[in-house]
Nanobody, 113 residues
């Protein structure tokens, strides 16, 4: 297993949570990383991506609320999620940015009161 997500769960609207993704060294060190999500009945979408150098991009719906970061010493990428909304409910996946091959198993985030 090369990408393992953790975190998520049930969060109240307006709340926060942090997702983590531990990657194997060879994958992490040479690749840009990203978080995707898939809500029920919707297509999978890119939430945020981060380059090896730390430059980040976000989909418009999460700008100002989510922060992607990476710890190169721990081979881990994070997604800090603040001001969560019901529409953020989805399965969140860690992946090599743009890859069709290197994906984690996904972790559920449910935003509900």
């Amino acid at each position: 297993v090369q990408l393992v997500e953790s975190g998520g769960g049930l969060v109240q609207p307006g709340g926060s949570t942090r997702l983590s993704c531990a990657a194997s060294t060879i994958i992490f060190r040479i690749n840009d990383m990203a978080w995707y999500r898939q809500a029920p009945g919707k297509q999978r979408e890119l939430v945020a991506g981060i380059t090896r150098g730390g430059s980040a991009n976000y989909t418009d719906s999460v700008k100002g609320r989510f922060t992607i970061s990476r710890d190169n010493a721990k081979n881990t990428v994070y997604l800090q999620m603040n001001s969560l909304k019901v529409e953020d409910t989805a399965v969140y996946y860690c992946a090599v940015w743009g890859s069709l091959t290197y994906w984690g198993q996904g972790t559920q985030v449910t935003v509900s009161s």
